[in-house]
């Protein structure tokens, strides 16, 4: 293991949602769903970076301002198809990031704490 390892958080978020149509940019307690999970990420000291996997153009312009430790990447109408596997939008995220470790979580667990993550 390395002596101070990169940890990367990979959060993919689709700009539509089959099932519920905008959920990750909901209201939810006053702030879009995404908010809360990029929130309780970036209080992670032990979390060097996060990407969000992407198409949507209010999480795009959104997301970036919630900390520095914020990066988009741009998901290519390819991976956003209903039929496309979790696994194929991870692959794509991790061709192009750099990190010892990763963590992978969704919009949809807004009530994740900082607590959990961390003892992960």
């Known amino acids: 293991m390395p002596m ?4 990367v958080a990979l959060v993919p978020m689709r ?3 089959e099932r519920v149509p905008g959920k990750n940019y909901r209201n939810f ?3 879009p769903l995404y908010y809360w999970i990029l ?3 970036s209080l992670c000291d032990l979390v ?16 970036p301002l919630i900390s520095s430790k914020i990066h988009i990447i741009e998901r290519p109408a390819h991976l956003c198809s ?13 061709s192009k ?5 990763y963590l992978q979580t969704h919009a949809t667990n807004p009530l994740l704490k900082q607590s959990t993550i961390e003892k992960a």
Do not use: W
């Open 4 to 7: 101070n390892p990169k940890i």
């Open 15 to 17: 700009h539509q949602s």
């Open 29 to 31: 307690n006053g702030q």
């Open 39 to 41: 929130r309780t990420l």
């Open 48 to 63: 060097d970076e996060i990407y969000v996997d992407t198409d949507s153009p209010i999480i795009k312009q959104g997301a």
């Open 82 to 94: 209903d039929k496309i596997s979790m696994n194929e939008v991870l692959i794509y995220d991790l």
């Open 97 to 101: 990031t750099e990190a010892d470790y």
